[in-house]
């Protein structure tokens, strides 16, 4: 048995536990979203177990578990999604007088009204990880799900990634010749421990990319992209198991909240990275208001130079929910 999928059944931890720890079962695949009665921590214990430094060569056999998303609303792999997205495009020829729509349709037809629903969600949004749309997680995992995703890193996949924001990577200023020169977002006081992604992203709004870089899938490293769904039924590597569908595209930028705070507009998806802009100490001089952050965007302190505020960016969706809200028993009336 190389994938095995049990969604929204009832395990017990024991069962997942041997799964992942003994040798006599050969699941390279499992998903286990939305699954009753398993016990997170007696989980977090057995994948960091399998993954100890000495472990037997070849353990463990897991190499991808799907646990974070939601399980799949319909039953179909993911070479149907392909094959049905290459339907598709075939199909809107006809928009078009396209020589080929009686082909398309006459394959389209064959495929079943679930598959049909299911390519329907999928041509709307593809890929969720690489639609850079916000967050992606409703409930991003906890602490003790970051330090064991970090603990797995480079052994077991997760329908998850870490956050690979510049802030996880701290770099010690006092060891450089000239500490002034390191980036604010280097330095010591500014590391955060590892966290997992919740939010696809675009470029920056000023600069259009980040320190990190996007990641690009088939040249940057495997485990900088996470599980897609559904899992692969046909093939059980870890690479099927990520590879995007090609109307996706190939490229991801993800960031945790922690890393977004105070630089991500909720309801436009703009945000400003490290280099381009770094948060103002609002604890000068107070806290800044609504109307403050509206006025520095024609002048102002420098000091209050903020560009996003409430998780609304001030130069667009905070000043546009002020008009809408003003004189009325909105936001601001």
């Given at each position: 048995?190389?994938?095995?999928?049990?969604?929204?059944?009832?395990?017990?931890?024991?069962?997942?536990?041997?799964?992942?720890?003994q040798?006599?079962?050969?699941?390279?695949?499992?998903?286990?979203?939305?699954?009753?009665?398993?016990?997170?921590?007696?989980?977090?214990?057995?994948?960091?177990?399998?993954?100890?430094?000495?472990?037997?060569?070849?353990?463990?056999?897991?190499?991808?578990?799907?646990?974070?998303?939601?399980k799949?609303?319909?039953?179909i792999?993911?070479?149907?999604?392909?094959?049905?997205?290459?339907?598709?495009?075939?199909?809107?020829?006809?928009?078009?007088?396209?020589?080929?729509?009686?082909?398309?349709?006459?394959?389209?037809?064959?495929?079943?009204?679930?598959?049909?629903?299911?390519?329907?969600?999928?041509?709307r949004?593809?890929?969720?990880?690489?639609?850079?749309?916000?967050?992606?997680?409703?409930?991003?995992?906890?602490?003790?799900?970051?330090?064991?995703?970090?603990?797995?890193?480079?052994?077991?996949?997760?329908?998850?990634?870490?956050?690979?924001?510049?802030?996880?990577?701290?770099?010690?200023?006092?060891?450089?010749?000239?500490?002034?020169?390191?980036?604010?977002?280097?330095?010591?006081?500014?590391?955060?421990?590892?966290r997992?992604?919740t939010?696809?992203?675009?470029?920056?709004?000023?600069?259009?990319?980040?320190p990190?870089?996007?990641?690009?899938?088939?040249?940057?490293?495997?485990?900088?992209?996470?599980l897609?769904?559904?899992?692969?039924?046909?093939?059980?590597?870890?690479?099927?198991?990520?590879?995007?569908?090609?109307?996706?595209?190939?490229?991801?930028?993800?960031?945790?909240?922690?890393?977004?705070?105070?630089?991500?507009?909720?309801?436009?998806?703009?945000?400003?990275?490290?280099?381009?802009y770094?948060?103002?100490?609002?604890?000068?001089?107070?806290?800044?208001?609504?109307?403050?952050?509206?006025?520095i965007?024609?002048?102002?302190?420098?000091?209050?130079?903020?560009?996003?505020?409430?998780?609304?960016?001030?130069?667009?969706?905070?000043?546009?929910?002020?008009?809408?809200?003003?004189?009325?028993?909105?936001?601001?009336?």
């Open positions: 048995m190389q994938t095995l999928i049990l969604d929204g059944l009832s395990v017990t931890s024991d069962l997942i536990s041997d799964i992942i720890t040798d006599h079962f050969n699941v390279r695949i499992l998903s286990i979203r939305e699954v009753q009665n398993l016990n997170p921590r007696k989980l977090q214990h057995a994948l960091i177990y399998a993954v100890r430094p000495s472990r037997p060569a070849g353990t463990p056999r897991l190499k991808a578990l799907y646990i974070f998303g939601p799949d609303a319909a039953s792999s993911r070479i149907d999604r392909q094959a049905n997205y290459d339907i598709a495009a075939i199909d809107t020829m006809q928009s078009n007088g396209g020589v080929m729509y009686s082909q398309g349709a006459e394959i389209g037809a064959q495929w079943n009204q679930k598959s049909g629903e299911a390519l329907a969600e999928m041509v949004g593809g890929d969720k990880w690489y639609l850079a749309t916000g967050k992606v997680l409703a409930n991003p995992p906890s602490t003790d799900w970051d330090n064991t995703i970090y603990a797995c890193r480079g052994i077991i996949s997760f329908d998850v990634v870490l956050c690979h924001g510049p802030r996880h990577t701290a770099l010690v200023a006092q060891s450089s010749t000239n500490p002034t020169t390191v980036p604010w977002y280097k330095k010591p006081d500014s590391y955060i421990t590892p997992a992604a939010h696809s992203i675009g470029g920056c709004s000023s600069c259009g990319t980040a990190e870089r996007f990641s690009k899938f088939g040249s940057s490293p495997l485990d900088q992209f996470p897609l769904a559904p899992p692969p039924l046909y093939s059980s590597t870890t690479k099927a198991a990520k590879t995007p569908f090609h109307g996706s595209g190939n490229k991801l930028l993800l960031r945790c909240m922690d890393c977004l705070q105070n630089r991500f507009c909720g309801s436009c998806h703009k945000w400003w990275c490290e280099d381009c770094e948060v103002p100490n609002q604890a000068f001089g107070g806290p800044v208001q609504p109307w403050e952050a509206v006025d965007t024609k002048g102002g302190h420098p000091e209050r130079n903020v560009k996003v505020h409430i998780d609304l960016c001030v130069e667009d969706c905070l000043v546009a929910e002020m008009k809408s809200g003003a004189g009325s028993n909105g936001m601001w009336g």
